[in-house]
Each structure stands twice: as C-alpha cells, then as structure tokens.
C-alpha cells in the first residue's frame, strides 16, 4: 500500500439503483471523514444507475466506478469491491441506506484508537422509501466479548447482519474466505470476522436502514420487522427463503439442487475447523450450533424432500 493511498475503501456493489443511489452517495460524500476512495462496481445494471455513477465520478475524484458486462450475482459483486481495494480499512455499502455525516468518523476513531477492534458500525434504524423513520433496529449483539466463542454464539443467533456496513480492518477481512454464493453468505462472513477478533457498536444511531419492495430482505425474508430476538426459536412465518436467496447471492445456482440448510450448516463446520481457536473453544462452538439448530431440524428434511422432487420432475416431468 503506498502512501497516497487512502486511509479507507468504500465498496458501493449496486444492481438497478437509481431510485436511491444519489441519497446514498450524497450520505457517502458528506462524511466529515473524507479519506476514503469510493469503489462502485455496476452489476449491468439496465436502468439509470450508469449515468447517475458517471456523473457523480466526473465531479469527485475519489469515486472510482466499474461496470461489469454481465450481471454476476450479488455475492461475486460484494466480492468484487473489496478485491478492486488497497486501503487500510474497508466498509461496504448498499445503495439504499444511509449514513449520518460522522457515521465513519467516528468508526476510524475506535479502530484507531483500539487495535483489538476489527469491526466498527453503530446502531441501526430502518427508513422507508422517502426516507422517513419506521423503527429501531433493537438488536444488540455481545461481539465485543473477549472470547471468540462467545462472538461465534452472539453472531450465530438471529440478527440482520447490518454488522457488515461497518468499517473493518482489510488485513482481516483478507484472512477469511470471500462472500459465499449461498444463503446466509454475509452472516456467515461476519461469523468468520468475530472469530478473529472483536467488533465494536457505537451507541448511537448513525446507519440507516430503508425498507422497498425491491430490498433482498423485502423479497426473501418479509416478515424481518417483526423479527424478534427474545423468541428463543425460529417461527415458519419467520425464516428467510434461502432457496430463492442462494439463488440471488449467486446467480449460477438458479435451477440446481441446492440443499441450502445443510450448505450453511456445513459453512459453519468449516468456520470452526479453520479457526485457530483451541479444542475447548471448538467445542463450545459446536454446541452453539447444536442448540440453533433445536427446534428447526425439520428444515434439513425439508432441503432432502425439495432435492428429491426436483429430480423427480426432472425425470418424469416431460412425460406428465
């Protein structure tokens, strides 16, 4: 990394934007923090999120944009942004949220002054399409503890994932897999970051969250404002579709046999037998698994039933 660098990357992955995107880069372009390169990579978007991008780059040197000739899927984009960076600290960002004006400011604060920091983000309320406030978003996580086990338990129950709208050192971002094309893929990011060190909530509310139709937890995951982090297991009205959101992250898995509960139960099997935690912790993680998956072993069963319809209409479905 050489000197001119900026002290942070801003990682902007957008897909038909234009009904938000210029609040976004607005919010983005008028943090008081401004050492930091934007990096938008366009996923071929057919609207006007094109022109919006290029205007906003031709009148601010710090935004760098990309346009893929084909749409890769959310998971390779999210990826994409991070790979085209070189700075110290990384943040992504959706093009519909937004940010207040010290929202990174006071993020680089804490990881500057706090090297057992990895992860900077603040509390979150959600916003509709005018941008006028809904609610809080009340769900408060303990990945500040100073055992990785406890982080891996906090990050494995049910929250949102608005962690990853943080700010995050690179050099550990760099040390885990990319973004997964699979459902749950950022939950499972944000899993593997918190086994390697601490994240940091800022006690105020500085991250907007905006709730449309055209949202991915609007499609797959609609009943996510009552989601309730007291109920001790998952309702049917309450889970996510993680058939239709694989599908999403990684545009290639449309039509394959997916198995998509057993696959985010294998990624959290991985993350443990990767991680430099110790035997005992590896157990306790383990078990944390066993008691998230109490109550809702049902969707395994349910992922074999869906497997073995699909082949049998892929078999028989031409002579029906």
Aim: hydrophobic share 35%; proline share 4%.
């Amino acid at each position: 990394m050489n000197n001119s660098q900026p002290k942070l990357s801003i990682g902007l992955p957008v897909y038909n934007g234009e009904k938000f995107l210029k609040k976004c880069l607005d919010s983005l372009l008028a943090q008081t923090f401004s050492d930091f390169e934007l990096i938008i990579s366009d996923n071929a978007s057919t609207d006007n999120t094109e022109a919006i991008c290029r205007t906003y780059a031709a009148q601010d040197q710090r935004i760098r944009y990309y346009r893929n000739e084909t749409n890769m899927g959310c998971a390779c984009n999210f990826n994409r942004v991070f790979e085209l960076s070189d700075s110290e600290y990384f943040k992504w960002a959706a093009y519909d949220d937004l940010h207040a004006p010290d929202f990174i400011e006071k993020c680089m604060d804490v990881l500057e002054k706090d090297p057992t920091y990895i992860l900077c983000h603040s509390h979150t309320y959600f916003i509709d399409e005018q941008g006028e406030f809904i609610q809080n978003y009340d769900i408060k996580l303990n990945t500040n503890s100073l055992k990785a086990h406890q982080r891996f338990h906090e990050l494995l129950t049910k929250h949102l994932c608005y962690q990853i709208y943080g700010v995050i050192r690179s050099s550990v971002l760099k040390k885990i897999p990319p973004m997964g094309g699979h459902g749950n893929a950022d939950g499972i990011l944000l899993l593997r970051l918190g086994m390697l060190g601490r994240f940091y909530e800022i006690p105020e509310y500085l991250f907007s969250a905006r709730i449309h139709p055209q949202q991915s937890l609007s499609m797959f995951f609609p009943n996510y404002l009552s989601f309730n982090h007291n109920n001790p297991q998952y309702s049917l009205n309450m889970l996510p579709n993680f058939y239709d959101y694989a599908v999403w992250f990684d545009s290639k898995n449309k039509g394959k046999i997916l198995l998509p509960h057993w696959r985010i139960l294998q990624e959290y099997w991985i993350s443990i037998h990767h991680s430099q935690l110790s035997w005992y912790e590896q157990i306790l993680c383990h078990i944390s698994i066993a008691k998230k998956l109490s109550g809702t072993e049902w969707l395994l069963v349910k992922d074999f039933l869906i497997a073995a319809k699909m082949l049998f209409l892929r078999k028989f479905g031409y002579q029906t």
